[in-house]
């Protein structure tokens, strides 16, 4: 068994190819979009390199036995979290593997060794490729598929990790939860949001369909200064936003994305995307023409949502808009129809967002966890 650096077009594609072999006969895998993955691994796409990668540096292994493909795995240098927090920690991602532990720490050397070069101490992951993408390892939730743009992996890569020197940095929570909980929620709610509104002069609305990706910019503009104080993030840079924007302006839909207002500024938003994965895995997570209008159409017929982001500037966190958000939300989402929500991920560490969702009546289905290993 040797690890190679993916470098030539087959050693990529092979990369790619990989996930097909480890969940052919798993019921609740959902493939990534490839391209997308391509992307973000840090292959060029037509030419195209994700902007993540201006500033930070990538490199993909393989663990092969001869022509047989035992696992994968990227090392990542986010020169945008050394910067920030000045921790040593380096980061692996897109981790895949045959339940073996050898080829596991072989895989895992590789990727430190990329990393102490660069002077990092810390091996951190996984995360496919920062805090703003996919992230972590589900370690408890594997009775059924993951959300849109959540991860999922076989229950052995726990001990994979673990038996390798890996130790919990943090946990990431899913919570579910009914529509039919909602009615009530906004019961509550209301009285106190029209108080906050009154006094703030808050104005609710949804996403401007004619300066839609303007809207979506400016809501990924508030994510990344809301942000500012939770744990391991880093904001994204302009271009990096813009490429987001982009992709995200095809998947949104204009009635699940509320902003609200001040004195004519945005200063929190809300959105939510609709649960894409099973068309997802019905177009085996490859993009045609043919196949992105199948993933893409009808939209409103999705009645599964993931509640991606509530978030609102700083400077107004203290006012209660977050509430005033979450109630312009709800009559949207019971007018469409949605009969499921899931709110993720929420941190560990977020015991204000963890307490308002179980005083909600959410249930936590899943648990994804961040794990740390010493480079040395």
């Known amino acids: 068994m040797q690890i190679v650096p993916a470098k030539t077009w087959s050693q990529q594609k092979a990369f790619l190819d990989f996930p097909w ?25 037509m030419g195209h390199k994700d902007p993540f990668y201006e500033r930070n540096e990538c490199q993909a292994f393989l663990a092969v036995d001869g022509k047989n ?50 002077e990092c101490t810390i091996l951190r992951g996984p995360v496919n490729p920062s805090l703003n993408h996919t992230l972590g390892l589900l370690i408890d939730g594997f009775n059924s598929a993951p959300m849109f743009m959540m991860t999922y992996n076989p229950p052995y890569y726990e001990k994979l990790f673990e038996e390798n020197g890996f130790t919990k940095s943090q946990d990431l929570y899913a919570y579910w939860g009914e529509i039919g909980m909602l009615p009530k929620i906004n019961e509550k709610l209301q009285p106190i949001c029209d108080q906050i509104k009154e006094r703030t002069g808050a104005v609710v609305r949804t996403a401007n369909v004619r300066k839609f990706q303007q809207d979506v910019e400016q809501f990924l503009n508030i994510y990344n200064q809301a942000l500012t104080n939770t744990w391991g993030f880093v904001p994204m840079s302009l271009n990096e936003i813009k490429e987001m924007a982009f992709y995200l302006k095809y998947l949104i839909v204009p009635e699940l994305s509320v902003a609200v207002e001040v004195d004519g500024k945005m200063v ?21 023409p043919m196949r992105l209008f199948k993933l893409l159409r009808r939209k409103e017929d999705i009645k599964s949502i993931r509640v991606l982001s509530t978030n609102v500037l700083p400077e107004y966190q203290m006012l209660g808009l977050g509430l005033v958000l979450l109630n312009g939300l709800v009559p949207k989402v019971m007018e469409s129809g949605i009969t499921n929500a899931e709110f993720s991920w929420v941190l560990e560490s977020n015991t204000y967002s963890r307490g308002s969702l179980e005083k909600g009546g959410a249930i936590r289905t899943k648990t994804y966890r961040i794990y740390d290993r010493p480079i040395g």
């Open 21 to 45: 072999k480890v969940y052919k006969d798993d019921p609740y895998w959902i493939p990534q979009l490839r391209m997308e993955q391509s992307g973000l691994v840090g292959f060029r796409t």
């Open 69 to 118: 493909v035992l696992g994968r795995i990227c090392a990542i240098w986010n020169r945008g979290h050394i910067d920030r927090y000045q921790d040593g920690v380096g980061f692996l991602g897109f981790f895949d593997c045959v339940d073996d532990a050898g080829v596991a720490e072989g895989l895992f050397s590789a990727a430190a060794e990329f990393l102490k070069q660069r």
């Open 268 to 288: 929190g938003a809300s959105f939510a995307l609709p649960d894409f994965n099973p068309r997802i895995k019905e177009i085996g997570g490859r993009i045609g």
